[in-house]
Nanobody, 122 residues
Framework: QGPLVESGGGSVQAGGSLRLACTVS???????MAWFRQAPGRWREAVTF???????GYIDNVKGRFTVSKDNSMNTLYLQMNSLKPEDTGMYYC?????????????????WGQGTQVTVSS
């Protein structure tokens, strides 16, 4: 296992909720972090990011349903997912940029978790 370990995935019906967690070990959370996902047959895509000061951004198709947050004292990143849809199905990955790097989604991510599977059925 690397410094990022995801948990909280599972199988739910459409309209349900899940909360993903990413435990950060050894590298700290004072850096730009993000959640990515990859659905079967699709490219990996960024879902949301959160900056060291707590600012966050989302892709349009999850805005209003997903919320990213960070618990600095627990060194844990979260993704609360509500009103889940079948199109949200995929492997979800936690990622982190090098400390001090700008919080953008186009730059390199130095750390990746192993992923946690989210399956949403109709």
């Amino acid at each position: 296992q690397g410094p990022l370990v995801e948990s909280g995935g599972g199988s739910v019906q459409a309209g349900g909720s899940l909360r993903l967690a990413c435990t950060v070990s050894g590298i700290g959370v004072g850096r730009c972090m993000a959640w990515f996902r990859q659905a079967p047959g699709r490219w990996r895509e960024a879902v949301t990011f959160i900056s060291p000061d707590g600012g966050a951004g989302y892709i349009d198709n999850v805005k209003g349903r997903f919320t990213v947050s960070k618990d600095n004292s627990m060194n844990t990143l979260y993704l609360q997912m509500n009103s889940l849809k079948p199109e949200d199905t995929g492997m979800y990955y936690c990622a982190a940029r090098p400390r001090g790097d700008a919080c953008t989604l186009s730059g390199p991510f130095a750390y990746w978790g192993q992923g946690t599977q989210v399956t949403v059925s109709s």
